[in-house]
């Protein structure tokens, strides 16, 4: 696609979803919401209280997020993954099931007091980071250091410059480290987070804790005993089990279960890939491990589709606005 042609194709979605928005605030979409049958299963990560896109495209305010919760209690029917597992579905309403991922604190600050006001469950997957000693994921220390680290840094005898996008691209091949990083083990995240994590001094700035920090065991502990929350995992290191070795993916599968189970003291069934990524190999280990609900984004399979563990997500766009985000909510598309 040229750039003209991506120009344009930007400012057509622009004029959709503003038409879109102008229709629902005029009540042009009533009988499509009332008619609107089917499901989707949703995946958030974060919940901030203002400039969600601070650091990556994954959050929401809790004004917006607590406005996606009405919309679904005005329009849609909300299950819990069990319910949605079981296809404990509404013949008369669109079925929504709603999950978060990667385990952040804000989840129990923001999320959590929400559910339970507007009584709608939701599954949350989280690592095991906290037993390895950290309290933020490898990729969100690397977000926040295209925020303030350095223009310039070294690792691994390779030298690393950010972009435009805070992105640290290598200055050999132009690929950004994150995406090289997601190829390697947790040790190599170790390194670099060892190496940068003097020169981006992010935990002076209190501020900023809702766009990182994870949860604790107590909080892990307090959001399971809610009757609005499932615990599910994602991950020991939240590492991409795809790009790993199989062992190392096995590994993290099972020492994932047995960390949570440990904390909540009930199986943990559950089981998000990060990044959405997995293998054939992969999902076969994790059948091994005793998950019976494996939740991707999209399937790299079409057998996946007649897999009774296997579900798709549709990720919640950061950039639209309610009325759009429920429209592709029912369709399935931002197009």
Request: proline fraction near 3%; aromatic fraction near 14%.
């Amino acid at each position: 696609m040229t750039l003209s042609q991506k120009i344009s194709s930007k400012l057509a979605r622009k004029i959709k979803y503003l038409f879109r928005e102008l229709c629902y605030g005029l009540g042009f979409y009533k009988n499509f919401y009332r008619s609107a049958r089917g499901s989707r299963i949703l995946l958030y990560h974060g919940i901030c209280e203002h400039d969600h896109l601070k650091f990556n495209t994954l959050f929401l305010t809790r004004k917006t997020f607590e406005s996606h919760l009405k919309f679904y209690k005005k329009h849609f029917n909300v299950l819990s993954l069990d319910e949605y597992y079981q296809q404990k579905f509404s013949c008369n309403r669109f079925n929504v099931c709603l999950t978060f991922d990667d385990g952040f604190a804000n989840n129990h600050k923001y999320v959590l007091p929400l559910l339970e006001q507007y009584e709608i469950p939701a599954t949350f997957f989280i690592t095991a980071i906290q037993v390895a000693g950290y309290d933020i994921l490898w990729n969100d220390f690397l977000s926040i250091a295209g925020k303030y680290g350095p223009a310039k840094f070294n690792f691994k005898d390779e030298a690393y410059v950010k972009d435009r996008h805070n992105k640290y691209l290598s200055t050999d091949n132009g690929i950004s480290l994150a995406e090289k990083l997601r190829f390697t083990g947790f040790d190599k995240k170790a390194e670099m987070i060892k190496v940068l994590h003097p020169l981006v001094p992010f935990k002076t700035k209190k501020q900023d804790e809702d766009y990182w920090l994870q949860m604790t065991t107590r909080q892990i502990r307090e959001l399971s005993a809610s009757p609005f929350a499932t615990i599910g995992a994602h991950g020991y290191y939240h590492n991409d089990l795809a790009k790993i070795n199989i062992r190392e993916a096995a590994e993290e599968l099972a020492l994932t279960k047995q960390y949570l189970e440990n904390i909540i003291e009930r199986p943990v069934s559950s089981f998000a890939f990060p990044y959405g990524s997995y293998t054939t190999d992969v999902v076969e280990v994790a059948k091994n491990c005793g998950y019976e609900q494996l939740l991707a984004t999209a399937f790299i399979n079409k057998k996946d589709n007649d897999d009774i563990t296997m579900r798709e997500r549709l990720t919640v766009n950061p950039f639209i606005s309610v009325s759009n985000q429920m429209y592709a909510t029912v369709t399935g598309s931002y197009e």
